[in-house]
Structures are given as C-alpha cells and as structure tokens.
C-alpha cells in the first residue's frame, strides 16, 4: 500500500468516527473506544492536512517559476526550495505518527528485580538496582509502592517488586527488562580483585481485570504464616498467600501484608500482570524476531546494560552506548538511555514501514 493511500484511509476513518459519534447511536461500552480512537486520529489528520496544503503550495511555486514576472519568479525560487527542504521532515513525522502504539504504553508496571550468578554481591547489585529505578520514579513524579522485599540479612535482595504508576510508566521502563551485569570489588574482598555478577529485572505493564480475564477454577490458593529473614516470625497469623494459575504454572506469594486479603490482591495484582506479559509476547513473537538485535527483545535472559564501578561507565550493549557517569547513573538518571533506547525502538518500527 503507497503511503498517499494510507494517509487517505486514516483520513476516511477519522470521517466515518466523527459521523458515528454524532449520531448518538453508539452504545456506552463502544462509545469510550471511539471515543479515544477519533482523538487519537484527531493530530495525524492535522498533520495529514498540513503535509497536503505544503504539497499544493508546492505546486503553485513550482508555476510560479516559471511565470512572466523576474522579481515574483526570484520569490517563489527561494520559497520553493526552503519549503521543499521541510517536506521529508514533515513526511518523517508524520509516518513516526502513524506507527503502530504499544497498547502498553500507557500503562503502570510492575517491577521485579532478582538477584542472579554471583552470591551476595548479586543481591547487593539487586538491592541497587531497585532503588535506582526507586530515585528514577521519584525524578519522574511516579508513585513507587513496593510491594515485597526478599532481603538477604546483609542489605542485599534476594527479590524485590514494586508497582510504579504515572503516566507514560511502561513506556519509559519497558526496555529495562533483561539480565544487568556488574564489575566491581565487592567490600569483602580483600584482594581487591573485580568480580562479576548480575541481576535479573523484569518489568510488567500492570494488567486490568478487563485486560486478563482469569477463572477461579484454574487458581489453587494457599494460605500459609509469613516469615522474615532467618525463620524470624512477620506476624503469628496465616496471613501469606501463594497463588498458582494452573494453566500457566505461573505462582505468585506474597506476605508483606498482615491482612490476608491485602496480600492476595497484591499477588493477583502481580498474577494479571504476568499473564498479560505473556500474551503481549506471544502476539509480538513475530516482529520481536525481525527487530532482535535493534534494541533487542526485552528477554530477561538478554544481558542488556554493564554498569563497571572500577572505570565509571555504565553500557548498554544494545544501541553500544556507553556513559562515564556511573554514580549519576545508579542514583536515578537514567533518561539518557530510556530516550536512546525509545529512538532506537522508533527507528526500527520506521524502517519497517518505509
């Protein structure tokens, strides 16, 4: 399909949203669907209409040019060429407009950050890596609700999740999913020698009900008391909750909470997020392995980023960019990669289409 016809299919469909709307006929579940998509078209046809008014002005100096008058064929010379000089910018951005939206985006997520290979130094990095994105969501004006910490008696996570919301939360963090690698001597080493270890972070757009429908019958709940680090009892009621979705084999425990019920809607919480994920996987298996290698496909067994204390540089082995601001980096700025990584992503889906 020419991108002339699919500029002129957007432009019927905008048409034929607006003669639905105003009818009145739509019924209220419909009505918000259309109502958000008619919005959403509403700056692409603006564009849409801009690029064709500069195409027909466009042609009326290309007359011009050509006419009787010296002085008006000067004008329209030097009117042409700074006009056309802006035609390939207004046709890029109109076709990064057009580009198919993540149905994500917009939605909050869960974090999960996992100690990996290297022992307590692993769940040190963990702990470190939860709370940069911790700072980062504070930077951003997110909310930052941690809703189970595994710690390790030396500072270090075993596991952490949290449940970050805002606007435009997933959007930003969704290429953070993936295996983070660090190089440093750890406090207990006496010899000074740099070791490696790694993390593992996973990041969920947070699931509505009426985004994952999920069948009682396939849950098994158990119900169990809470323990803390070292056996130590939490509280002496069996409050915990481990939930199994049976279908999927996916658990989900969580004992953070006193009340029995706050803990199971946590882990449900968690539960919808995961089945979400995978089937944003499965729908997305196709493109994800004809980009693999742009910015990569957000498996949590990719090493993604190196964060190397000794040398104060942190990289990111999927666009090769590499930054010497580490402690800037590891107190929450992270913009400099969430925007490289998100042009990448762009430029990929761009290339795709053109």
Partial sequence: MSFDLKLDKVVHRYRELGDVLSSGTTDSKSLAKLSKEYSDLGPVVSAIENLKRAKAELADLEAMRGGDDAEMRVLAEQEFFKLKGRMPEMERELQAMLLPKDAADEKNAILEVRAG????????????????????????????????IGETGLGGYREATANISGAGVFARLKFE???????????????????????????????????????DKDLRIDIFRSSGPGGQSVNTTDSAVRIT?????????????????KNKAKAMKILRARLYEAERARTEAARAAERKGQVGTGDRSERIRTYNFPQGRVTDH??????YEIDRVIEGDLDKFVDALIAEDRAAKLSEIS
Avoid: C
């Fill in 117 to 148: 290979t290297g022992g307590d130094e692993a769940a040190l990095f963990a702990a470190q890596l939860f709370r940069m994105y911790q700072r980062y969501a504070q930077l951003r004006g997110w909310r930052f609700e941690v809703m189970e």
């Fill in 318 to 323: 999927r666009i090769n960019l590499t930054v």
């Fill in 177 to 215: 999913s993936g295996v983070h690698r660090v190089q440093r001597v750890p406090a207990t080493e006496a010899s000074g020698r740099i070791h490696t270890s790694t993390a593992t972070v996973a990041v969920l757009p947070e699931a509505e009900e009426v985004d994952v429908q999920i069948d």
């Fill in 245 to 261: 979705h049976l279908p999927s084999g996916i658990v989900v425990s969580q004992q953070d909470e006193k009340s029995q019920h």
